[in-house]
């Protein structure tokens, strides 16, 4: 999924409960998550994780935050329920609600948008959570700890530090090139102009690794670690709640009679499948009319 | 033509004046970081002008406003008398030339050759002219055995030359020189030194933003000081120079030469000078006057 | 009799690929303690030199190497590189291409963790390091938010970090601005003065080193062209501006004055001296 830059992928300092704890037991947390959204067809449980997710940001003081990454959720949620309700991707035979016109909407198509928007919000809301209250060389380190490679994570720490850097390189590349007339902003005609991107990250690449081999970086044998983090009895708890909720709630989804007809979970009404479809639709459509309109807009 | 856009500034005006910034501002777009505010600055033409102050004092933002990598957030900026902001970066780059502080960031082409034939093409120089303006670069800038390398093979300071000489290729009437001695040797900076003297005795305007003070004492005529996004001083290098509660507060240093004689011809009435030749030279002629 | 800590006797070094050596029958001594300007046009070695010091060049660079490098007692052509940094630390011209980490303590602590020093130990020696280079309380902040000035204490931190005995500094404030140069000259000056570290920098801004240099080195084309006390160096004026290098401005002055017979005294190398100087040769009271 792609991120813009308004949506915060950072951490937001703090000192909550959240915050403090394990780096390692979050990222449990995180793929218990992912494992568990993808695994059920369970409207309660999915959103009874959002809910959760909602809980825990709370708890971290990272809901602000957390509401703008929202922001995406609208025109993604909405044209999601839209579409589906006029083509379900459920199998057939579908439920017809309503006929408007020359459309006809099923409602399997409405319980399928909801199912597939929970699983990515639930699994979307966690990880931002978890990302926006733990600090990166803390992720780095649990990562180490989980006995990834040295080398691996330290690449992976550096390409982050060098997001932002690259694209200001990016940026200062194309206004090199604007500044000498350079028109068309089609992407075959700016692609020459990030030679110079590759060949900066080159020079970079090479100064580095004699400034860190001159720093003593990299020798082999017992390293130690300038951040710590110990693992309390807490986040030992937190750890195995977690995971034996995963799985009772993957054993409750599986063993529930009638789970994968999704039209036998809670009834909803074809009216409010119908209200929602409609606002869905004027929601979508008004985010792609005002984006467009303002990008007519920029001079 | 006097069509004003809807902050109110003509779209042109008469004027003999290469740059005309009328008390810009320009604010950050993603936060409330301002950059510059209430800056005035009339340039003339083949002026050739230095622009000096700490990072962060604003003066790339100046420049960047000047050929419109950037728009005031208030304020306007006249360039040839075209208002910048009725205008993209691409139209002003066939009137004001920006050569970037690190030539990697503009090289990019496979020769030397196709460097310099790159900015007057953008701008729709006819063929003709664009072989006599690179013969005439390549001669300037004495480029001739490299006019087939690939930019990247070249040493350094080449590169340097030839970021500055594909700028000059599109002949535009004002050239922006962000930092051009930064890192160089003496030498190179002789040629640099050399080059902005010869572009401005052209008739281009020259404008230098730089650290190098003794770069810019030799060359440049006037000085643009600037401050925590202000402008606090516009006058003549020995002006500035001279100026102590000046240097101490923006935290620059005069050459050593100025200040050497600061402190022993000037307060005989002798010159502020800018280079040890001038200086010896009135010493010189204060001991064949004799003492005193 | 103390022994020099740096020592180059007939080094020949040529890049791997290339044809001309970057060094040409080097051959110097440096004492613990001293502070070294080194001086040349781009491309005359300087910092092949500063590379020779550490073992970059050749362990890490390749290339062929002749003639011994012996620094702090060890023939650098022995030890791996990581090794030397005990002894050896240096800091380039890019203050940004240093930079690696989240925080300026990690930063900071690259090398210690590679050497396995214990928790402790390492947090002392990373607040130890950012305090003396004035960034006291930036262990949390993110290298990338410093200025330039800021984030070439950082390096400078980093090396200190490993408590070696000498310091190379290439070219370190060509990227910098006014206020970030006196930052870091002064560090330099100040470790070598308050903390007796030897100091080696190669450099342009000639007026600074012949302020506080005990020693001056000219590079040519490889080789080392001259090598001795700042006024004795710069006072060779023609000499210098004929191998395209500057003089300080007030040596300048005294260059040009000599020569028309009109100087009296010794050369200046400074500010001061040279306006002592002038005013005496006028006549003008004190």
Same mark, same amino acid.
């Not at chain 1, 037991?25 to 992912?34: E, N």
């Not at chain 2, 496979?110 to 390549?138: M, S, W, Y």
């Not at chain 3, 390096?155 to 070696?164: E, G, R, Y």
């Given at each position: 999924?792609?991120?813009? +830059?308004?949506?915060?992928?950072?951490? =937001?300092?703090?000192?909550?409960?959240?915050?403090?704890?394990?780096?390692?037991?979050? =990222?449990?947390?995180?793929?218990? *998550?992912?494992?568990?959204?993808?695994?059920?067809?369970?409207?309660?449980?999915? @959103?009874?994780?959002?809910?959760?997710?909602?809980?825990?940001?709370?708890?971290?003081?990272? /809901?602000?935050?957390?509401?703008?990454?929202? *922001?995406?959720?609208?025109?993604?949620?909405?044209?999601?329920?839209?579409?589906?309700?006029?083509?379900?991707?459920?199998?057939?035979?579908?439920?017809?609600?309503?006929?408007?016109?020359?459309?006809?909407?099923?409602?399997?198509?409405?319980? *399928?948008?909801?199912?597939?928007?929970?699983?990515?919000?639930?699994?979307?809301?966690?990880?931002?959570?978890?990302?926006? +209250?733990?600090?990166?060389?803390?992720?780095?380190?649990?990562?180490?700890?989980?006995?990834?490679? *040295?080398?691996?994570?330290?690449?992976?720490?550096?390409?982050?530090?060098? =997001?932002?850097?690259?694209?200001?390189?990016?940026?200062?590349?194309?206004?090199?090139?604007?500044?000498?007339?350079?028109?068309?902003?089609?992407?075959?005609?700016?692609?020459?102009?990030?030679?110079?991107?590759?060949?900066?990250?080159?020079?970079?690449?090479?100064?580095?690794?004699?400034?860190?081999?001159?720093?003593? /970086?990299?020798?082999?044998?017992?390293?130690?670690? @300038?951040?710590?983090?110990?693992?309390?009895?807490?986040?030992?708890?937190?750890?195995?709640?977690?995971? +034996?909720?995963?799985?009772?709630?993957?054993?409750?989804?599986?063993?529930?009679?009638?789970?994968?007809?999704?039209?036998?979970?809670?009834?909803?009404?074809?009216?409010?499948?119908?209200?929602?479809?409609?606002?869905?639709?004027?929601?979508?459509?008004?985010?792609?009319?005002?984006?467009?309109?303002?990008?007519?807009?920029?001079? | 033509?006097?069509?004003?856009?809807?902050?109110?500034?003509?779209?042109?005006?008469?004027?003999?004046?290469?740059?005309?910034?009328?008390?810009?501002?320009?604010?950050?777009?993603?936060?409330?970081?301002?950059?510059?505010?209430?800056?005035?600055? #009339?340039?003339?033409?083949?002026?050739?002008?230095?622009?000096?102050?700490?990072?962060?004092?604003?003066?790339?933002?100046?420049?960047?406003?000047?050929?419109?990598?950037?728009?005031?957030?208030?304020?306007?900026?006249?360039?040839?008398?075209?208002?910048?902001?009725?205008?993209?970066?691409?139209?002003?780059?066939?009137?004001?030339?920006?050569?970037?502080?690190?030539?990697?960031?503009?090289?990019?082409?496979?020769?030397?050759?196709? #460097?310099?034939?790159?900015?007057?093409?953008?701008?729709?120089?006819?063929? #003709?002219?664009?072989?006599?303006?690179?013969?005439?670069?390549?001669?300037?800038?004495?480029?001739?055995?490299?006019?087939?390398?690939?930019?990247?093979?070249?040493?350094?300071? $080449?590169?340097?030359?030839?970021? $500055?000489?594909?700028?000059?290729?599109?002949?535009?009437?004002?050239?922006?020189?962000? #930092?051009?001695?930064?890192?160089?040797?003496?030498?190179?900076?002789?040629?640099?030194?050399?080059?902005?003297?010869?572009?401005?005795?052209?008739?281009?305007?020259?404008?230098?933003?730089?650290?190098?003070?003794?770069?810019?004492?030799?060359?440049?005529?006037?000085?643009?000081?600037?401050?925590?996004?202000?402008?606090?001083?516009?006058?003549?290098?020995?002006?500035?120079?001279?100026?102590?509660?000046?240097?101490?507060?923006?935290?620059?240093?005069?050459?050593?030469?100025?200040?050497?004689?600061?402190?022993?011809?000037?307060?005989?009435?002798?010159?502020?000078?800018?280079?040890?030749?001038?200086?010896?030279?009135?010493?010189?002629?204060?001991?064949?006057?004799?003492?005193? | 009799?103390?022994?020099?800590?740096?020592?180059?006797?007939?080094?020949?070094?040529?890049?791997?690929?290339?044809?001309?050596?970057?060094?040409?029958?080097?051959?110097?001594?440096?004492?613990?303690?001293?502070?070294?300007?080194?001086?040349?046009?781009?491309?005359?070695?300087?910092?092949?030199?500063?590379?020779?010091?550490?073992?970059?060049?050749?362990?890490?660079?390749?290339?062929?190497?002749?003639?011994?490098?012996?620094?702090?007692?060890?023939?650098?052509?022995?030890?791996?590189?990581?090794?030397?940094?005990?002894?050896?630390?240096?800091? &380039?011209?890019?203050?940004?291409?240093?930079?690696?980490?989240?925080?300026?303590?990690?930063?900071?602590?690259?090398?210690?963790?590679?050497?396995?020093?214990?928790?402790?130990?390492?947090?002392?020696?990373?607040?130890?390091?950012?305090?003396?280079?004035?960034?006291?309380? &930036?262990?949390?902040?993110?290298?990338?938010?410093?200025?330039?000035?800021?984030?070439?204490?950082?390096?400078?931190?980093?090396?200190?970090?490993?408590?070696?005995?000498?310091?190379?500094?290439?070219?370190?404030?060509?990227?910098?601005?006014?206020?970030?140069?006196?930052?870091?000259?002064?560090?330099?000056?100040?470790?070598?003065?308050?903390?007796?570290?030897?100091?080696?920098?190669?450099?342009?801004?000639?007026?600074?080193?012949?302020?506080?240099?005990?020693?001056?080195?000219?590079?040519?084309?490889?080789?080392?062209?001259?090598?001795?006390?700042?006024?004795?160096? &710069?006072?060779?004026?023609?000499?210098?501006?004929?191998?395209?290098?500057?003089?300080?401005?007030?040596?300048?002055?005294?260059?040009?004055?000599?020569?028309?017979?009109?100087?009296?005294?010794?050369?200046?190398?400074?500010?001061?001296?040279?306006?002592?100087?002038?005013?005496?040769?006028?006549?003008?009271?004190?």
């Amino acid at each position: 999924m792609t991120m813009n +830059t308004s949506m915060p992928t950072g951490m =937001i300092p703090g000192s909550s409960i959240i915050h403090r704890i394990h780096p390692v037991t979050k =990222i449990l947390w995180v793929v218990v *998550y992912v494992i568990l959204a993808f695994t059920t067809q369970n409207i309660f449980i999915l @959103y009874g994780m959002v809910i959760f997710a909602v809980v825990l940001a709370l708890l971290g003081g990272v /809901f602000r935050p957390l509401l703008k990454a929202l *922001y995406l959720i609208v025109p993604v949620g909405s044209s999601l329920i839209a579409l589906q309700v006029l083509g379900p991707a459920a199998d057939k035979p579908w439920t017809v609600l309503a006929e408007v016109g020359f459309v006809t909407l099923y409602g399997d198509g409405f319980y *399928y948008a909801l199912v597939l928007l929970g699983r990515i919000v639930s699994s979307m809301l966690l990880s931002l959570v978890m990302v926006m +209250t733990t600090h990166p060389s803390d992720l780095f380190l649990a990562f180490s700890k989980l006995k990834m490679p *040295y080398t691996f994570n330290f690449m992976l720490s550096m390409t982050l530090q060098l =997001i932002p850097v690259f694209q200001r390189e990016v940026s200062l590349v194309l206004s090199a090139q604007k500044s000498r007339g350079m028109k068309g902003s089609g992407f075959a005609a700016v692609l020459p102009s990030f030679v110079p991107v590759f060949v900066g990250a080159i020079e970079r690449v090479q100064q580095l690794s004699i400034s860190l081999e001159s720093r003593g /970086f990299g020798s082999s044998g017992e390293k130690t670690s @300038y951040r710590q983090v110990t693992a309390r009895t807490q986040d030992w708890v937190y750890g195995i709640c977690g995971a +034996t909720a995963m799985i009772g709630l993957m054993v409750y989804s599986i063993m529930q009679p009638g789970l994968w007809n999704l039209s036998g979970m809670i009834p909803f009404s074809p009216r409010t499948i119908l209200t929602s479809f409609t606002v869905a639709v004027t929601l979508f459509a008004s985010v792609i009319l005002g984006a467009t309109f303002l990008s007519f807009r920029k001079s | 033509m006097a069509r004003k856009g809807k902050h109110g500034f003509p779209d042109q005006i008469e004027t003999d004046l290469a740059v005309k910034v009328e008390d810009a501002h320009y604010v950050y777009p993603n936060g409330r970081v301002v950059a510059l505010s209430g800056v005035d600055l #009339e340039v003339r033409k083949g002026e050739l002008l230095g622009v000096i102050g700490q990072n962060g004092s604003g003066k790339t933002t100046l420049t960047k406003l000047l050929n419109r990598l950037l728009k005031p957030s208030s304020g306007s900026v006249y360039v040839n008398g075209l208002l910048t902001t009725e205008r993209t970066v691409q139209e002003m780059s066939a009137h004001i030339g920006y050569v970037f502080q690190n030539p990697n960031h503009q090289l990019f082409a496979r020769t030397v050759k196709d #460097e310099l034939e790159f900015g007057p093409r953008n701008i729709g120089t006819p063929e #003709e002219d664009i072989a006599q303006g690179v013969a005439e670069a390549v001669d300037f800038f004495d480029l001739g055995e490299f006019i087939d390398e690939h930019p990247y093979r070249v040493s350094f300071p $080449i590169r340097k030359l030839v970021g $500055i000489a594909s700028v000059v290729t599109m002949k535009p009437s004002i050239i922006i020189l962000d #930092e051009p001695s930064t890192g160089q040797d003496h030498q190179t900076t002789r040629i640099i030194n050399s080059l902005m003297r010869r572009l401005a005795e052209d008739g281009t305007t020259v404008i230098c933003v730089s650290h190098d003070m003794p770069l810019l004492a030799d060359v440049v005529e006037r000085v643009v000081v600037m401050r925590d996004t202000k402008i606090v001083a516009d006058a003549s290098p020995r002006e500035v120079f001279a100026d102590e509660k000046l240097m101490l507060t923006t935290n620059l240093q005069a050459p050593q030469i100025t200040n050497i004689a600061l402190q022993t011809v000037f307060p005989l009435g002798g010159p502020i000078a800018l280079t040890p030749k001038e200086l010896a030279a009135d010493i010189e002629s204060r001991l064949k006057k004799g003492k005193r | 009799m103390p022994k020099p800590i740096i020592l180059f006797d007939s080094v020949f070094y040529t890049y791997p690929g290339t044809d001309s050596p970057a060094l040409s029958d080097v051959s110097l001594e440096i004492m613990p303690g001293e502070y070294v300007g080194v001086i040349g046009l781009n491309g005359a070695g300087k910092t092949t030199l500063g590379l020779s010091l550490n073992g970059v060049v050749p362990n890490m660079l390749g290339g062929h190497r002749e003639g011994t490098v012996v620094v702090g007692g060890l023939d650098v052509e022995e030890y791996p590189v990581r090794e030397m940094a005990k002894i050896v630390g240096i800091v &380039f011209d890019n203050p940004e291409f240093q930079m690696s980490q989240m925080t300026c303590a990690e930063e900071v602590a690259l090398g210690l963790e590679s050497a396995g020093i214990d928790y402790d130990t390492m947090r002392r020696s990373v607040t130890e390091a950012l305090n003396l280079v004035g960034l006291e309380g &930036f262990e949390e902040r993110s290298p990338l938010g410093l200025s330039g000035g800021q984030q070439q204490r950082l390096a400078i931190a980093a090396v200190l970090a490993m408590k070696p005995q000498v310091l190379i500094m290439d070219e370190p404030t060509s990227n910098l601005d006014p206020i970030g140069k006196q930052e870091v000259f002064g560090m330099a000056t100040t470790l070598n003065q308050k903390y007796g570290m030897t100091v080696i920098v190669m450099e342009h801004e000639v007026e600074v080193l012949a302020e506080f240099a005990d020693r001056v080195i000219v590079m040519d084309g490889g080789r080392v062209v001259m090598n001795g006390a700042p006024r004795e160096i &710069f006072s060779r004026v023609d000499e210098l501006q004929a191998l395209g290098l500057r003089v300080p401005e007030a040596t300048a002055l005294a260059g040009i004055l000599r020569k028309t017979g009109h100087w009296k005294g010794g050369v200046p190398i400074n500010t001061t001296e040279a306006v002592h100087s002038v005013n005496a040769l006028l006549g003008v009271k004190a």
